[in-house]
């Protein structure tokens, strides 16, 4: 098995509290197994995440980061599990998907603008309620991790995980209300925040909107039910439902809809 070198460690803590030390890590990484681009973002309960590295061309940031941050993190499997606790960890994003993300329509028209054929992320708890995910990521112009290439990234889990607790251990104090220019959330964000609680309120139901949310989520009819504890028959009559009350006709006219609703700021913002 592939490991990391006591210079490539003994770089890695060198760097620790520099602005050097996003950069180091990824190079580190990289002597293990080659990846295409690799970002970094702290994630705390539904708040704007924060960017805390990229090696993103610009082109490619405005999808990967701009665009993400505005409103289809939202939708992101490795937003989804920090949201819910998951253990500190090396994940493939098609472990943490639901069962139907590869047809959600955030896959189909904000995702697969990514041109990724894979993503894997080291999920490491911060202090103050953050979780940093890792991302190292494939274009398709390359294959996906093979067996051996994740089992030597994640065997170096535990040093990453140190490093970063150690390097953004103070990170939460960019949320606080006092944290100054870095401070979360402004108004923009509190209403990112309410997407999922506010969307359609005024013609949908609490459970069309729950519906609604799994759906956007990628999650089949048959898992929404076993989810919301009801038939999948009488999730697909929701989603009709939901569908003449918005006035649409597809899924993917539904998550058009949404990311209207993410991107219109309320009046006095």
């Not at 040093?159 to 990170?171: K, M």
């Not at 870095?182 to 209403?191: G, I, K, L, W």
């Amino acid at each position: 098995m592939n490991t990391l070198t006591n210079e490539h460690v003994g770089v890695i803590i060198t760097a620790i509290g520099t602005p050097e030390f996003a950069l180091r890590l990824v190079a580190a990484l990289k002597a293990l197994t080659s990846f295409d681009y690799s970002v970094m973002f702290a994630y705390r309960g539904d708040k704007r995440p924060i960017d805390l590295y990229d090696n993103f061309p610009a082109a490619k940031r405005r999808i990967f980061v701009t665009d993400y941050q505005e409103g289809p993190y939202l939708l992101d499997p490795f937003f989804l599990a920090c949201t819910k606790g998951i253990a500190p960890g090396l994940y493939r994003l098609r472990d943490l998907a639901a069962d139907r993300f590869y047809q959600s329509e955030y896959f189909r028209s904000y995702y697969v603008q990514t041109g990724l054929s894979e993503e894997v992320g080291y999920c490491i708890p911060l202090a103050g309620g953050l979780t940093a995910v890792i991302s190292l990521m494939r274009t398709i112009q390359s294959p996906a991790f093979s067996t051996r290439e994740f089992r030597d990234l994640a065997g170096v889990e535990p040093i990453v995980r140190a490093a970063a607790v150690r390097q953004w251990g103070e990170l939460h104090r960019r949320y606080s209300p006092t944290g100054g220019a870095d401070a979360e959330p402004t108004n923009v964000q509190r209403h990112i925040e309410q997407a999922f609680l506010t969307f359609g309120r005024t013609v949908l139901t609490p459970r069309e909107r729950e519906v609604v949310e799994y759906v956007l989520k990628g999650h089949s009819s048959d898992a929404i039910g076993k989810i919301l504890d009801i038939s999948p028959g009488t999730v697909r009559i929701h989603r009709k439902n939901i569908y003449s009350k918005l006035a649409i006709n597809s899924q993917g006219d539904l998550f058009s809809q949404f990311i209207r609703a993410l991107t219109t700021k309320p009046a006095g913002t």
